[in-house]
């Protein structure tokens, strides 16, 4: 709420000035361009704070945890993840937005600029509204680009599965797992290689054994904090899944649900023949494909968070 207060008495300030020196470029032209450009970065700000008024929801202020898994296409697809963490995080770092990744499995090729291919990551994202801003990214994202693993430089077709998760604290009774219900496994490690790799067993993976619902964590050195983290995003996975069950039962009122499962495709990269992107269910588009890959998605998001 602090922060709130003090950036909405910054931008009443800024305002002011804009106003101020509005009537300074009456008499002087040569403030016109100053003045444009002070006006221009305020419409900015002021647009960030408006789109922040569409979410509400009870854990839309609050950190999340983004997944990426590679789908069929083996290299293509795991350069594809590859790709997408990247642009993830380039987001969140121009947003302020602090990442760790929790857990991470490698692939075996090494796409363009020496990228690793990913099979599956999971992303530790903390900051003001980041699942409020992520939680449209769940779905499918697709990719139409020359493959560079192809010798004959053929055009391919990748898929990556992203999900999103709310942080949510355990402490909320939201719902109830049983101890019974969980299987823990451990191991070492696993990356790229280093001097903490493969030594000792803190890798945690926990299972959940009536819905066979998993999460795991290596980020850690210390496998209790790794085993509290994976806890964590289990709970999270069981909480959707049962808002997912709500929203199946509500379905003959509110009509056809998008499921955020496999095979629903939510947004097209198209790099070849022509450079577009388009977003499936707000029909958003943009042709500025680098810069979007570079983590210039506000467009998109918000295009997502108005939406409904």
């Not at 910054?10 to 101020?20: F, M, R, S, T, Y």
């Not at 709310?166 to 790229?192: R, V």
């Not at 577009?276 to 810069?291: M, P």
Request: hydrophobic share 35%.
């Amino acid at each position: 709420m602090k922060t709130e207060l003090e950036e909405s008495s910054q931008l009443e300030n800024e305002l002011a000035g804009v106003v101020e020196m509005e009537e300074l470029v009456e008499s002087d032209g040569s403030l016109l361009s100053e003045w444009e450009g002070k006006y221009q970065a305020l419409e900015k700000k002021i647009e960030q704070v408006e789109v922040r008024k569409f979410l509400g929801g009870k854990y839309d202020k609050g950190n999340a945890i983004l997944s990426i898994y590679s789908g069929a296409g083996g290299e293509d697809a795991q350069d594809w993840a590859a790709m997408l963490l990247r642009m993830y995080k380039r987001y969140c770092q121009s947003k302020g937005f602090k990442t760790k990744v929790l857990d991470q499995s490698f692939g075996q090729g090494v796409g363009p600029e020496n990228r690793i291919g990913i099979k599956s990551v999971s992303l530790e994202i903390q900051g003001n509204f980041v699942y409020g801003f992520l939680k449209k990214e769940t779905g499918v994202h697709r990719l139409v680009r020359l493959s560079p693993f192809s010798s004959k430089k053929l055009r391919h077709t990748s898929f990556a599965l992203v999900e999103v998760l709310p942080d949510i604290s355990q402490s909320e009774e939201e719902i109830e797992i049983k101890p019974d219900d969980l299987k823990m496994e451990t191991c070492k490690s696993s990356g790229p290689g280093g001097q903490n790799v493969n030594k000792r067993e803190t890798a945690v993976r926990i299972i959940h054994l009536p819905t066979g619902i998993a999460a795991a964590c290596q980020s850690e050195r210390n496998q209790a904090t790794n085993r509290e983290k994976a806890l964590k995003m289990l709970y999270a996975k069981l909480y959707l899944l049962e808002e997912e069950k709500s929203k199946q039962e509500l379905k003959e009122i509110k009509g056809e649900q998008i499921s955020a499962s496999w095979g629903n495709q939510i947004r097209s990269y198209v790099l070849h023949p022509y450079k577009l992107i388009k977003d499936l269910r707000t029909k958003t588009e943009a042709s500025n494909v680098n810069e979007v890959l570079d983590g210039d998605l506000d467009k998109f998001i918000e295009a997502e968070i108005k939406y409904d």
